[in-house]
């Protein structure tokens, strides 16, 4: 195992450095791989003078030519275009050199299941070879999360897997698991970039909205920083709107008083007319119909609502309780929670359900059970009782259509299909509620010390979590905290009230600053892009495309790369960046050509923040810097 510096080998050599490194920093843990009992590894000549490597009697790299099988397999790869390299089994490394030969800018991930096998490379390559060739990363078949967390950090969307035969036979498990988790990887991914295409726009519209009109959104709720830690040790139960939630209603009475109840906006309605009252409520979503889960609350004093910066408008309008918010996940709200000094994010999944998981979770919670988290549609229903949902689809039923052919047509659209219910047999779910049970099965595998469990065993099987019943679970409850901080958690808006000046509410400018800020932040990006599109369309008109001409262009791209924030236009400009990026010029025209989509696409992306900007200014709104309600 080696240690976070990452400095570990047979002969001595360090591995480390910025961005070649044997451990991942973030997590303490070892990726240096560990040795097989009885590993067999004998180096062998080839007829072509070089070396290979035989590994429990199959041999990892060609026995004539090695480096020439290597730079096929690299050709064969690259064909599909990747943006990053995942490969199980170094070897000898040939294969990693020509990869890095011929896509030099590819970020590479290193799965490697042999601590000796890494060694010898190692020691084989020597510090020069592995200073310029080496992986980004190192990681052990066992900590698969480490590729994930990497992947994400690198932006890629379709990552290669690279396998060498003779590894392939001798770690089919490991192979299968890789595998596994790059699909579950490429899903996520892929239904992150759909939502970002549907939403993108309506998140920064809400967010700008918010900062200039909402008083939640402009910095009077605090940040959810003091509620770090607020309940050490205690059950935390997460309670979501699915149809299971029903069969558990009168156990969550009694749990209430025990556990530290968390519910998702969809359920909070149909929690308080049964008289239950979660300390925490979680909103995230940018659509109005969301917000109606809001509507006609028995009780709003008694539930902390935590709330995202791209919340709809409505919700910081209509909710007059207490409310914290969480720090925003994309740029735009990053740069405005900076100024306003929120620092804490809740984790996201996809669901709202899965930020509910991480705010139990930063509370202190050590015991997570989920109630009503179906993730699927037992009884072929999408809601429980009495959500908003549900009552929708009843009122717009109709004698020629009723609400059975809406949910029918519902479930069809999403192209359900039966996945493992927890207590066995199966129930129908989509391909979305995927992502999220791999989600929830991931944070298993990220925080061992947490134990999640189902209350609900209607809902569908979560891989690495277990069923619990309530019943019991009311019974075996003996909380031990000191009798000074039980009430804390049972009331967070007094704890969040409670803290001093400086951490409730810390260093903050006024948001007619930050919008000012921010205007002259996309004008420079603006103004970049519109003179690199006209740039371009001067060197489409030229017979000849000079080098020095096109270093023009070399001259643009460092001007943006010098804005620090040029995320904010690239959140947005993040498809027509992409579907530019896909394409390979085979000619200095082509080169142009895509370099002015990509112009065009940041410069699209900035008008509209500077549209939104010009709508909601201060301007027009004299008491925005304070609060409105």
């Known amino acids: 195992m080696t240690g976070e510096n990452g400095n570990n080998s047979n002969n001595g050599n360090n591995i480390n450095s910025d961005n070649k490194t ?4 973030t997590t303490g843990r070892a990726t240096a791989g560990t040795s097989r009992e009885g590993d067999q590894i004998l180096l062998e000549p080839t007829r072509s003078g070089e070396m290979t490597l035989r590994w429990q009697g199959r041999l990892l790299h060609s026995s004539v030519a090695p480096r020439r099988e290597a730079r096929r397999l690299a050709e064969r790869i690259l064909q599909d275009t990747p943006d990053a390299l995942v490969i199980l089994g170094i070897g000898l490394g040939y294969h990693l050199e020509e990869l890095r030969l011929q896509a030099p800018s590819l970020p590479v991930a290193l799965v490697e299941p042999s601590q000796e096998l890494l060694d010898l490379a190692i020691s084989h390559t020597g510090q020069t070879w592995w200073d310029r060739y080496g ?5 052990t078949p066992d900590a698969l999360e480490d590729i994930t967390l990497h992947l994400n950090r690198w932006g890629a969307y379709n990552p290669a897997l690279v396998v060498l035969q003779g590894v392939a036979r001798n770690c089919p498990r490991e192979e299968q698991h890789l595998k596994e988790a790059l699909l579950r990887y490429r899903k996520r991914r892929e239904v992150n970039r759909n939502t970002l295409r549907r939403f993108g726009r309506l998140w920064v519209r809400n967010t700008l909205r918010n900062l200039a009109c909402s008083a939640g959104a402009g910095g009077t709720w605090p940040g959810i920083d003091g509620l770090a830690g607020l309940a050490p040790g205690v059950p935390a139960i997460v309670c979501g709107a699915g149809p299971s939630l029903d069969t558990i209603l009168s ?16 359920a909070l309605k149909v929690l308080q007319r049964e008289g239950i009252h979660p300390h925490c409520a979680v909103v995230a979503d940018p659509q109005y119909w969301n917000t109606r889960h809001l509507d ?10 935590v709330a995202e910066p791209a919340t709809h408008p409505r919700v910081f309008r209509l909710w007059d309780g207490p409310g914290a918010l969480a720090a925003s996940l994309f740029p735009l709200g990053a740069f ?3 100024r306003l000094g929120r620092t804490r994010k809740l984790g996201a999944g996809g669901s709202v359900a899965t930020s509910a998981w991480d705010l139990a979770r930063l509370m202190g919670a050590r015991e997570i059970y989920l109630a009503g988290i179906d993730l699927g ?3 072929s229903r999408t809601h429980c009782r009495g959500s908003f949902f549900e009552e929708r689809l009843i009122l717009r039923g109709s004698r020629l259509e009723p609400a059975e052919q809406g949910l029918y047509r519902y479930l069809h659209g999403a192209q359900a299909a039966p996945v493992p219910a927890a207590r066995g047999g199966t129930i129908p779910s989509d391909a979305r509620m995927e992502v999220y049970r791999n989600w929830f099965s991931e944070q298993n595998q990220r925080y061992p010390e947490i134990t999640t469990r189902l209350l609900t065993p209607e809902s569908s099987a979560i891989e690495g979590t277990g069923l619990a019943c309530p019943k019991e679970l009311a019974a075996g409850l003996s909380l031990t905290l000191p009798p000074e901080k039980a009430p804390l958690w049972k009331d967070p808006a007094r704890a969040l009230r409670a803290l001093p000046p400086s951490r409730n509410l810390p260093r903050r400018e006024a948001p007619r600053e930050i919008l000012r800020n921010l205007e002259e932040r996309l004008t420079r990006i603006h103004r970049i892009a519109r003179e690199g599109e006209a740039l371009c369309r001067t060197l489409k008109g030229l017979e000849e495309l000079a080098p020095e001409e096109l270093a023009r262009l070399d001259e643009v791209d460092q001007l943006l790369a010098s804005c620090s924030d040029r995320e904010l236009a690239g959140f947005l400009a993040a498809r027509g960046l992409e579907e530019a990026a896909a394409r390979t010029p085979s000619s200095p025209r082509e080169a142009v050509a895509q370099a002015e989509e990509i112009y065009q696409a940041i410069a699209g992306a900035c008008a509209y923040h500077q549209d939104l900007l010009a709508r909601y200014s201060p301007k027009e709104h004299p008491s925005s810097d304070s609060a409105s309600g």
């Open 251 to 266: 156990d969550l009475a009694v749990l209430q008083e025990q556990c530290l109840i968390i519910a998702v906006d969809t």
């Open 377 to 379: 549609f037992p009884g």
């Open 296 to 305: 006609n609350l028995p009780s709003r004093e008694r539930t902390l609502v």
């Open 135 to 139: 992986p980004d990363l190192v990681t």
């Open 22 to 25: 044997r451990s991942d920093n």
């Open 336 to 338: 405005i929670d900076h």
